[in-house]
Structure formats: C-alpha cells, structure tokens
C-alpha cells in the first residue's frame, strides 16, 4: 500500500516557468514532512521541509505548500532553471523509536529546458 | 567536512551469493540509515543504527542486516541474494536521528544481482 502518492511522474516546463509537484498521504500521524532533489549519479539532498502547523513555507525559489485538512502538499518552483532539472521526492515521516521513519513518494521527474 | 562516503560505488553478485555494503558518516554525526531504490518500489527504508543499536527497521526480510560500529561507520548485509535485490543502496547519516531534518545521502552503492 502507497502512503505517499506522488504526481506527476514526470514533467517538462520551459525555463522561468514554475512547475509544481504534488504529493497525498493517508497517515495522519506523519508530521514531517521533506522534500528531495537527485541528479543522476548522486544521492538525495534535502531540499525544503515544512511541518503540518505551517500552511506555506517559502527558500529562496522553493515553495512548500500544505493543507492539512486534504493531506495534500506540493512543491513549487519559481522561476525555474535548467539546473533545476532532477528528479524531486516528496516523504512524510513519523516519529518512531526515538527517530523520524520517512516514506517517500515514487519521484517526478523534472525537465526545464532552456 | 567530508561527506557520507560509501563503499564500493558498483558491485556485481550472483543469486545466492552475499555482499555486504559499507558507509561511513559524516564526521560528527552518530546516526546512519540505510534504503532501498529501485524503479519499481521507489525509495524505501531498511533500518536505522544510532549509537550501534538499531532503533528503527522497515518492512525487509531477514536476509538484510546492518550493524554500526563505535567510530559510527555501519555495514549492511544482504544474505542469499536474489535477483529482486539488485537496487541503488543508500545510506544517509545525521547528528541525531530523534532530528526531523538532517539528513545527509551517500552516493550509494549499485547492486547488481545476476
């Protein structure tokens, strides 16, 4: 069973567009929730993060948006840029054992050409 | 500061075969967990090793193990081999897993399982 589903799985915008991935979750106890970016070769790298008594958090081109009550949030960037181009995960963790437990979406690949 | 080294980069095993994977964490930081990405399961969490003691393990079979070691370098182990466990294996470390946030990835290790 999916906890986190993700979409779209794959999108392509022109530079300075602002493509925007969403992301769902079922558990109400997850309360974190991170965004990551991978480049091939490389691994994840947390991106921006935002925790479920926040409606938006904003870094630098990076946009958060979440609403708690749909159990939805999504991650927009402005003004988007080729090296924008990656692959972006979205997770919700729950604290377990004395840890946060992430479990991450399927990934939505991002193309920004120039 | 040096980033989450991980060792080797490539490996190819046969089915049946084990292998065991090496990480080593950011100086400093005592936490390392390890994860599973594959194109069909996405990224999925294998276990969690703070201060040597495991706190947290996903949904794997026994077949996979981990351990970590005073200096907080940590092993994982896939006995048995089958050919479903070929996958990029990453780890990520942290100062403190009870921390929401900050986590670091590895580059991880390809497994490939003939």
């Known amino acids: 069973q999916q906890q986190v589903k993700q979409s779209p799985q794959s999108l392509i915008v022109q530079k300075g567009g602002i493509p925007i991935i969403n992301c769902a979750y079922e558990?109400?106890?997850?309360?974190?929730f991170p965004w990551y970016q991978q480049f091939p070769g490389k691994g994840p790298a947390l991106l921006i993060a935002?925790?479920?008594?926040?409606s938006e958090k904003k870094e630098g081109r990076f946009t958060i948006s979440f609403n708690k009550s749909a159990k939805q949030f999504s991650l927009h960037i402005m003004d988007s840029q080729p090296g924008d181009s990656a692959t972006y995960f979205c997770?919700?963790?729950?604290?377990?054992?004395?840890?946060?437990?992430?479990?991450f979406g399927r990934g939505t690949s991002l193309i920004v050409h120039p | 500061k040096a980033g989450v080294t991980q060792t080797p980069r490539y490996l190819i095993k046969t089915r049946g075969q084990q292998v065991t994977l090496s990480c080593s964490p950011i100086?400093?930081?005592?936490?390392v967990s390890w994860y599973q990405q594959t194109p069909g399961q996405g990224l999925q969490f294998l276990f969690e090793y703070f201060s040597e003691t495991q706190r947290n393990k996903g949904n794997f079979p026994g077949r996979f193990s981990g351990r970590q070691f005073s200096n907080s370098r940590s092993e994982m182990n896939v006995s048995t081999l089958e050919l479903g466990d070929s996958a990029l294996y990453l780890c990520?470390?942290?100062?403190?897993?009870?921390?929401?946030?900050?986590?670091?990835f590895g580059p991880g290790t390809r497994l490939t399982v003939t």
């Open positions: 990520a470390s942290s100062l403190d897993p009870g921390l929401a946030g900050g986590r670091y």
């Open positions: 100086s400093g930081h005592r936490s």
């Open positions: 997770a919700a963790s729950i604290r377990a054992g004395g840890s946060y437990i992430p479990t």
């Open positions: 935002i925790r479920p008594d926040v």
């Open positions: 558990n109400t106890a997850f309360d974190y």
